[in-house]
């Protein structure tokens, strides 16, 4: 598989820099995984012991004028998502403004209950900063996911690529001068 960096990255196979127009760009934003802390999961579950087949997560994202996407739902303690995402905006200073000042909000949900008595329930958040795209930094990072109901609680991990299909930098450079 190609490098992230790479002109045909990863990202790529769902649509190449030809799909936009000069003053567009796309977001490309892939979801590895995520790294759940058990203790915190099991509590949450209201099991004492580590039970792999319990533990069923999704996750959302919410980025700019979009509307919500979702990952499809895993299993597990650590589970392999690799789901991409792309968005695809006009360039202009509002947008360069807000990827300099904003992020990408995730919630993460987990399903708890069995059989008929199922209820899905937001877990955690994180938010993946948007920023280092201005500097065309796209290797892995990494995100503090914290407990819903803003106790500070250490939820987990979740990792993540983000690349721009075009760079940015002349976009920022012109903001600056401006």
Do not use: C, W
């Not at 802390?37 to 792999?52: A, H, K, P, S, Y």
């Not at 919630?107 to 877990?123: A, D, L, P, R, W």
């Not at 690349?163 to 001068?177: G, N, T, V």
Request: no cysteine; proline share 3%; glycine share 6%.
């Amino acid at each position: 598989m190609a490098g992230i960096d790479d002109t045909m990255s990863e990202f790529s196979v769902m649509s190449d820099a030809s799909d936009m127009l000069p003053l567009e760009n796309i977001l490309d934003l892939k979801i590895d995984e995520i790294q759940f802390n058990t203790q915190q999961v099991n509590q949450m579950l209201g099991i004492d012991r580590n039970v792999e087949n319990q533990v069923q997560t999704f996750v959302t994202l919410e980025f700019f004028n979009h509307s919500i996407k979702h990952t499809d739902l895993t299993m597990g303690y650590n589970p392999k998502i690799a789901s991409v995402f792309s968005f695809k905006n006009p360039v202009d200073d509002f947008y360069v403004r807000y990827l300099q000042q904003s992020h990408i909000f995730v919630e993460v949900f987990i399903v708890k209950g069995s059989g008929n008595n199922k209820e899905t329930v937001k877990m955690g958040v994180a938010k993946l900063p948007l920023s280092p795209l201005l500097n065309d930094k796209t290797g892995l990072q990494v995100q503090k996911i914290e407990g819903a109901d803003d106790s500070n609680a250490f939820f987990g991990t979740i990792k993540f690529r983000s690349k721009m299909r075009r760079s940015l930098k002349h976009a920022k450079e012109k903001l600056e001068r401006a």
